[in-house]
């Protein structure tokens, strides 16, 4: 086989082996009944599939031999698909499975279309959370944020409030410490008698404010 996985299991296993995927058995379908389709109209007939893929679809079905692939020498060159032997008696085999698809095709795409939805729903909820989760840390962010200003606005407040009534404090003993200094620089006081009988025309000795005990 072309994916060399070794013994099967099963026959099943074989089978799946050939047409493993999802476009196998949709190029399998496209060339029923003995059709011969070049790769351009291979490929418009299944819907979705890229020239790579095909191209590496196609030789994995030739090398298995379900698919023969006829060159034609000419300019350009032309190649033509087709059903071997052993192809179509593979594509006999999935018409059942063909005819199951059918009957069940309604049903498969209602639950398809059920999961759909739900796994829309679940993203929904999921980015509704998402945006819940952002908004709640954005609020706490600016709660924080506000609290933090009104912190320092009264650290300010309280440093200017410190400030002025140091100020305040200060002043008076400012004036106090002039007015003694104004009262001692006059202070006067009787000069005792001495031996010389020094006096002045008032009789009172002046003593400075450096002198006065």
């Not at 379900?66 to 087709?82: C, D, G, M, T």
């Not at 002025?164 to 009787?190: D, I, L, M, N």
């Amino acid at each position: 086989m072309a994916k060399g996985k070794g013994p099967y299991v099963c026959g099943l296993d074989a089978a799946v082996d050939v047409v493993g995927g999802k476009w196998k058995p949709l190029i399998l379908w496209a060339l029923y009944a003995g059709r011969t389709l070049r790769f351009g109209e291979l490929r418009r007939h299944v819907p979705g599939v890229s020239e790579k893929m095909l191209i590496q679809q196609l030789r994995e079905m030739e090398a298995d031999g379900i698919v023969h692939r006829e060159v034609y020498p000419e300019v350009p060159p032309r190649v033509e698909y087709s059903l071997t032997e052993l192809g179509s008696t593979l594509n006999e085999a999935l018409g059942p499975l063909g005819l199951w698809g059918d009957k069940n095709m309604e049903r498969l795409v209602a639950r398809q279309a059920e999961r759909a939805a739900a796994e829309r729903a679940a993203k929904a909820e999921k980015a509704e959370k998402a945006e819940k989760a952002e908004k709640a840390e954005q609020a706490e962010q600016e709660r924080a944020r506000k609290a933090a200003a009104q912190r320092q606005a009264r650290g300010q407040a309280q440093g200017q409030l410190r400030g002025q009534s140091g100020a305040a404090a200060a002043e008076p003993a400012r004036g106090g410490g002039a007015s003694r200094r104004v009262v001692g620089a006059s202070r006067v006081v009787p000069r005792p008698p001495t031996a010389r009988g020094d006096r002045d025309d008032s009789g009172v000795a002046a003593i400075s404010s450096t002198q006065a005990p």
